[in-house]
């Protein structure tokens, strides 16, 4: 049974920085294609940035330049570095893992993620 712990949340102001972790365990991680999403009050739960298990990487246009996922496949750990925080980027954090295609998985289509953590709060004030 995977499973998925999301950390690093965070009250910050504006302009500043996070990292958010998401160790996982209990599958191969590096073959999953891994994804952080983000559901702020009253809103849907949308897709932020995505790593497939070929390596690549994408992003939604609301974080492009400012976030950046990366993967420690020696610790099993999902990371997404967030800089310039703005205060809509306020919202639960989740990270979530897939064993689909390469391209399926550059979609951020959440509904082919089958596991998920808990998630990490992140506010940003301003």
């Known amino acids: 049974q995977a499973q998925l712990v999301e950390s690093g949340g965070d009250s910050v102001q504006a302009g500043g920085s996070l990292r958010l972790s998401c160790a996982v365990s209990g599958y191969t991680y590096s073959s999953y294609c891994m994804g952080w999403f983000r559901q702020a009050p009253g809103k849907e739960r949308e897709g932020v940035a995505g790593f497939g298990s070929g390596g690549s990487t994408r992003y939604a246009d609301s974080v492009k330049g400012r976030f950046t996922i990366s993967k420690d496949n020696a610790k099993n750990t999902l990371y997404l570095q967030m800089n310039t925080l703005k205060p809509e980027d306020t919202a639960m954090y989740y990270c979530?893992?897939?064993?689909?295609?390469?391209?399926?998985?550059?979609?951020?289509?959440?509904?082919?993620?089958?596991?998920w953590g808990q998630g990490t709060q992140v506010t940003v004030s301003s």
């Open positions: 979530a893992a897939s064993r689909i295609s390469e391209a399926a998985c550059m979609t951020l289509f959440q509904s082919w993620f089958d596991y």
